[in-house]
């Protein structure tokens, strides 16, 4: 839904004011539930990088052999001509030869090495943004900034780990103010309150504990703040008001978190549904800006202009929802590249 929103809309604000953070809380919360904190940094740099890494690299391989695919044929069938950069330099030009190519595959390679969400000016480059993809080695960084930080102050109380970890995320976000480094770091380090307060709610067990009415205006309270002040824009490195984009953040989370808590218990319906969802989560990810990275860039513009004069943008977000899920049954079809996505699923299967 964020991604499927006018940029300059409340809507946009709404979704952006939690729908980044939110996925490093989960990250922390998940990380309390796991075995992470008692591996040794091989095993948690390997488990990490297998699943965050290889569905990186796999997804913007099949996105640029798709984009080559559509290019030769449209080129040969006359469909339409193109004379604008697409996935920022993967391809370019109206003059597709294998020289082209290969340079548009170099530089690819440069901006996934690079890993940024936003373009990067080098002396001598200009590394372009992959989209949302940033989020992954983004990500992983952030893991690994936060099982060092488990390891040296966990027996430490609350007091000084939320010292150090302000101090983390503040160093980010001054780096991001000068700096985009590489795998978008200068974020990872302003996440580590998010997944700091991630791994508290589930190491004290909140949701299960009961919540006052008190609490939730309160919480609710502190969001609307965040949403008067601007939000967030992690990739964009827009923080507006550090401290209260932060709360704020932690605040619409835990509501989000607490509603789809309480409702899991109740609906199994529901249940059912988000669970499915959730457990393909990760390629929906990788997929569901599909339709922007295969089209030409006219029919991109026009239609979602459309889209958005017409409010139509819950009707995009279901459609991309939609072949999202699609991609994910077929990928369960093809062993080679279902490994990649889901490394548990096919060791299981190999071991039967």
């Known amino acids: 839904m964020g991604h499927s929103v006018e940029t300059t809309s409340l809507h946009h604000l709404f979704f952006f004011s939690f729908h980044m953070p939110i996925f490093f809380i989960i990250s922390g919360f998940l990380f309390a539930h796991s075995d992470s904190v008692t591996l040794c940094f091989r095993e948690i740099a390997y488990k990490r ?92 960084s952030a893991i690994i900034i936060f099982y ?7 027996k430490y109380s609350i007091a000084i780990q939320s010292i150090i970890i302000i101090l983390l995320t503040f160093a980010g976000y001054m780096i991001g103010k000068h700096i985009f480094l ?8 302003v996440s580590q309150t998010f997944m700091f307060s991630g791994y508290l709610m589930r190491k004290y067990m909140i949701f299960e504990k009961k919540t006052t009415i008190w609490l939730f ?24 008001n550090l401290a209260v984009s932060t709360i704020g ?21 529901y249940y059912k549904a988000i669970s499915y969802i959730g457990s393909q989560s990760l390629v929906i990810f990788c997929f569901h800006m599909f339709d922007i990275w295969i089209f030409p860039p006219m029919i991109n513009y026009s239609g979602r202009l459309w889209i958005y004069q017409n409010n139509y943008w819950m009707i995009l977000a279901g459609f991309r929802l939609c072949y999202s899920l699609l991609i ?16 548990k699923m096919s060791r299981i299967i190999k071991e039967q």
Request: hydrophobic share 50%; charged share 10%.
């Open 182 to 189: 590489p795998w978008s770091i200068d974020i990872s380090l």
């Open 249 to 269: 953040a932690i605040a619409a989370s835990y509501l989000l978190m607490k509603l789809s808590y309480s409702l899991s218990n109740r609906t199994s319906f």
């Open 328 to 343: 994910t049954e077929t990928i369960k079809l093809l062993p080679v590249v279902k490994s990649a996505y889901y490394p």
């Open 49 to 140: 990088f297998r699943s965050l890494f290889l569905p990186y690299f796999t997804t913007m391989l099949i996105v640029f052999l798709a984009r080559c695919f559509i290019i030769f044929y449209s080129v040969a069938t006359s469909f339409y001509s193109i004379n604008h950069d697409l996935i920022y330099s993967i391809t370019h030009g109206i003059d597709y030869t294998y020289q082209i190519m290969l340079q548009s595959g170099l530089q690819m390679l440069l901006n996934l090495c690079y890993g940024t969400g936003k373009e990067v000016i080098q002396l001598y480059s200009v590394i372009y943004p992959i989209g949302a993809l940033w989020f992954l080695p983004s990500l992983f």
């Open 148 to 154: 060092f930080f488990l390891k040296l102050f966990e």
């Open 217 to 240: 205006v309160a919480v609710a309270g502190i969001w609307l703040l965040d949403l008067y002040m601007g939000g967030i824009d992690m990739s964009e490195r827009e923080y507006n």
